[in-house]
């Protein structure tokens, strides 16, 4: 009997406001342990909650982006539990009217074209981050990320296979980043997915029993745990030597296996309550307009604007708006360089994300000037420097933030345009590998870069390579 797979994802990502979603503490990752936190988000009781205004605009925002139809009111509620990083033993969400519901995110996989149906998403609260000191013995908790807001994006259990899972992730990261909604960095926790599994024979339209994998973060994490997860429920179905239960597992990275973590629990289990607190927030229709006319570029019309507008090939335009930093960048560099776009996209596609992979970074992880950026560019472009220098100056620009023109004045690295000065070398090195010489002579064309390489060298590597191979052969040839 053959059987499939149905999976249903939760996507909760973390909103780029400046604030919390119910106080003013900074929302900002990265801060001392316990330096964003007041009584409001550290749940003494009888605080104050006031809600933050973009957080609620940037929820309309994801909904217009999503296709969802936005509540006309929406309200708050208290999803009861205890657990250590949640100061108030409740989170502030959104069960009986969120803020946006019926929704469809369109994907594509080498399986083709699917739409994928939203169930809703809700705006929610964060909690904190417990940190395990395994020295001590001792968990320490740092609420610097309660009440951080949060949109959880749910889907139906529209998934069958891992590559659609990744490619409605990437979808949805493009889709969020580009409108400034969240950074959708996975690495960094905002943005985390929970998949919804279950297997059944195929054909069959009841669903069989589901287990919700947590704690994966990364693309490769997800698809891995998809895997296992799926063989395992498989595997059950087919033997029988293992009895399903409804439960919530943790995804191990290192070991590769899912471990149950706990039963998983219904509605019921959390007594929701609508919150006192908050006053219902009625949407408006204007103000879905405005924040629909204040949307920035969308990630589709950059690809067309790259393509049709600037002529760069599918390929290249693809890489760069395939990550919301590298497409900013390219927009800086070309702001102050707009002479050649192609030489632009190259020049961060081949040399500044080889420099990040070297340095174990991803796209998302560059930070770079980009008027430097472009600085440089464009004297690799009018010939003041070689490419060679060039992608030195970037380490330069990168790491140190170094003003390339000064520092090729400063350091002496303008290019040897002198042609009696590179003849000079030349006659060196030819001198010099007689050898060489003759067995190039003698047909061996592989020899010929030694030669450019020697030259280049006695030039401090600051020619022309194209000018050292046309005097080289001019030469040789004359001899
Ligand atoms: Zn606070
Ligand atoms: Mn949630």
Not at 31 to 42: F, G, K, L, M, Y
Not at 158 to 180: I, M, N, P
Not at 407 to 426: H, R, W
Not at 442 to 451: I, S
Request: aromatic share 6%; hydrophobic share 40%; charged share 25%.
């Amino acid at each position: 009997m053959n059987y499939e797979i149905v999976m249903g994802l939760e996507v909760h990502v973390e909103l780029a406001t400046q604030s919390k979603l119910f106080c003013s503490c900074s929302a900002h990752f990265g801060a001392e342990p316990n330096e964003n936190v007041c009584p409001a988000c550290s749940g003494m009781p009888g605080s104050p909650c006031v809600l933050n205004k973009k957080a609620v605009e940037l929820g309309i925002t994801a909904a217009l982006l999503t296709n969802c139809e936005v509540a006309k009111v929406m309200t708050f509620d208290k999803k009861n539990y205890f657990y250590p990083d949640l100061p108030s033993s409740y989170q502030i969400t959104q069960l009986f009217a969120p803020i946006c519901t019926n929704g469809r995110v369109d994907i594509e996989t080498s399986l083709g074209k699917k739409s994928i149906t939203l169930k809703q998403i809700h705006i929610e609260e964060d909690a904190g981050k417990l940190v395990h000191d395994s020295r001590t013995g001792t968990s320490l908790i740092d609420f610097n990320r309660t009440s951080v807001p949060l949109i959880e994006i749910v889907s139906n259990p529209d998934f069958r296979e891992a590559e659609e899972v990744t490619a409605y992730l990437e979808k949805l990261r493009s889709l969020l980043s580009f409108a400034g909604v969240s950074d959708c960095k996975m690495q960094e926790g905002s943005m985390r997915c929970d998949v919804n599994i279950s297997a059944r024979p195929a054909g069959s339209d009841t669903l069989g029993v589901r287990t919700e994998i947590k704690n994966m973060n990364s693309l490769k994490a997800i698809a891995a745990a998809i895997e296992y997860e799926s063989n395992r429920h498989i595997e059950a179905l087919k033997t029988g030597n293992e009895v399903l239960v409804q439960e919530t597992r943790r995804w191990d990275d290192t070991k590769g296996m899912t471990f149950s973590m706990r039963g998983k629990e219904e509605a019921a289990d959390y007594r929701y309550f609508p919150n006192p607190d908050i006053m219902p927030v009625v949407i408006s229709a204007e103000w879905i307009e405005a924040v629909r006319a204040s949307l920035p570029e969308s990630v589709e019309d950059k690809l067309t604007r790259l393509m049709e507008t600037l002529g760069l090939p599918e390929y290249e335009s693809k890489i760069i708006t395939a990550s919301k930093t590298l497409s900013d960048i390219f927009d800086e560099v070309t702001k102050h360089f707009d002479k050649n776009p192609k030489e632009v996209a190259n020049w961060i596609i081949v040399e500044l994300l080889s420099i990040a992979k070297g340095d174990n970074k991803g796209a998302d992880d560059i930070k770079i000037n980009g008027e430097m950026f472009a600085k440089l560019i464009e004297m690799v472009e009018n010939k003041t420097i070689n490419r060679n220098t060039g992608k030195k100056l970037l380490i330069e620009v990168l790491n140190n933030g170094i003003d390339p023109v000064k520092y090729v004045q400063e350091n002496q690295l303008g290019m040897v345009s002198d042609t009696s000065t590179i003849e000079a070398a030349i006659a060196e090195v030819l001198a010099a590998n007689t050898k060489t010489v003759d067995e190039y002579k003698g047909g061996n064309q592989k020899v010929f870069g030694f030669l450019v390489g020697q030259t280049m060298k006695k030039l401090g590597g600051k020619a022309d390579p194209q000018v050292i191979n046309q005097l080289l052969v001019e030469r040789i040839n004359a001899n």
